[in-house]
């Protein structure tokens, strides 16, 4: 789970000077970025929406931190429409060191009102021995979104294969769930797919839509919204690929996801779970105990003491209440939905096999706190596996150098560690054997 501020580095809101078309612009934008003239970006290309919730030191922080090496070129760069009103560009910027993509979005006017940047990594080629292919999650609905299905190359010899829906952690996040230097989404696939597994992951509907919302809109979400009914959405898919074994799609849901996973079986009807650093606690609680963890300002801990008090009255609120309230800086209503459902008790009621994940490291979901809870809440649970790994932190990376323990570490490039997708491969091709 990530906190609020976290995963992705997303700026919304704006209007600008406009250009020709929206990719005219969107190259002018890069142009100014990659010759490091924010101050150009930020005057002429942000709106005033957008230069109140962005400071320029902000942008060029955002810019430096993903720009690494000697700029070699753009790579792609595809437009689309979003609704009547807007258009997205979307680039891939390449240096010399790393790639990652740039999501620029237009309104009618050709004003830019979102812009989101989010990592690839270093150069990393697909393996061999796996193909992907690209699909589109809820084809045909308002909110369609692109995705990856990744399969073993071999996998017309291999006939029916198990498939796992990959479910994001909060907040806006593309289909790798991509952090700093993390994509945490794209490893597992690789990984999984190369033991004969197929994945589909997909970009989440606040990271493709969030921008283009309304106030009501956002002010309104809940997790069904956000979450829930895509993943459905994408077993659905799975699930109608004749080369996919139907009874044998899995979820594997991280941080927000994980929560969310027995919540999303009621609807989803998958196989088995898999749970990644996930937590039957309420969310508005990790929240607080994330955010004592890093401020150490008195104003900032007063803040969070005051919404804690606040989050303690949640199910007294009445629905309008909660609505016009914030809590953690997020509609209170989110919360209060959220909360209407027991992670831990649908996990217990639910007859399916569940293997839970966590890292000793993390230090955003605790093991001390969130997988003891799972362990209690599932003590007499058949078919459920716990399993904690010493050294790996909240995206399965083993990481202990500058920055360890802070939320800088994610800047520091790294992979999901082999042996937990050993793990999840192992077991996902236990329980497809036992239901034959």
């Known amino acids: ?179 700093f230097g993390y994509k945490p989404f794209r490893d597992i696939a690789w990984g999984l797919a190369e033991q004969g597994i197929a994945v589909l992951r997909y970009d989440k509907r606040t990271y493709t839509y969030g921008s283009t919302m309304s106030p009501d809109e956002l002010q309104s979400l809940t997790v069904y919204e956000e979450t829930i009914e895509d993943a459905v959405r994408a077993a659905e898919l799975l699930k109608h690929d004749s080369r996919i074994d139907s009874n044998s799609v899995y979820l594997g849901g991280h941080s927000l996801g994980g929560m969310l996973a027995p919540r999303i079986d009621l609807e989803g009807d998958f196989a088995g779970l898999i749970i990644l650093a996930g937590s039957p606690r309420s969310l508005w609680e990790i929240i607080y105990d994330q955010s004592m963890d890093m401020y150490e300002d008195e104003n900032q801990i007063a803040f969070v003491q005051a919404e804690y008090e606040k989050a303690k009255g949640l199910k007294d609120m009445t629905e309008d209440e909660a609505l016009s309230e914030t809590l953690f800086g997020l509609p209170a209503y989110y919360f209060q939905e959220m909360d209407t459902f027991d992670a831990g008790a649908l996990a217990a009621e639910s007859e399916k096999p569940l293997l839970l994940l966590q890292g000793e490291d993390d230090f955003q979901v605790y093991v001390d706190k969130d997988f003891a809870l799972w362990q209690e809440a599932l003590a007499d649970k058949e078919n459920t596996t716990f399993i904690s790994y010493p050294g790996l932190n909240h995206f399965f990376v083993d990481y202990d150098g500058p920055d360890a323990g802070t939320i800088a570490e994610y800047e520091h490039p790294g992979v999901v560690d082999k042996q937990v997708i050993e793990t999840i491969a192992d077991w996902i091709l236990e329980q497809t054997n036992k239901s034959q």
């Open 1 to 179: 789970m990530r906190k609020f501020l976290l995963i992705g580095l997303v700026i919304l809101a704006g209007c600008s000077s406009a250009s020709p078309t929206a990719e005219e612009s969107a190259r002018e934008v890069i142009d100014f970025l990659v010759n490091e003239d924010f101050e150009k970006v930020h005057d002429d290309f942000f709106g005033e929406k957008l230069q109140e919730s962005t400071s320029l030191k902000e942008l060029e922080e955002v810019w430096k931190a993903e720009a690494s090496g000697t700029f070699i070129g753009v790579g792609s760069l595809e437009s689309s429409e979003r609704g009547d009103a807007y258009q997205v560009v979307e680039a891939e910027i390449e240096y010399s060191e790393v790639i990652f993509q740039l999501r620029l979005t237009f309104d009618e006017a050709l004003q830019l009102v979102g812009m989101n940047l989010s990592h690839v990594g270093a150069n990393v080629d697909v393996p061999d021995s796996v193909t992907e292919e690209q699909v589109t999650v809820g084809q045909g609905t308002e909110y369609e979104l692109e995705g990856t299905l990744t399969l073993p190359k071999q996998h017309q010899e291999l006939g029916d294969l198990p498939g796992v829906v990959l479910v994001h952690g909060s907040g806006p996040s593309d289909r790798d769930e991509a952090v």
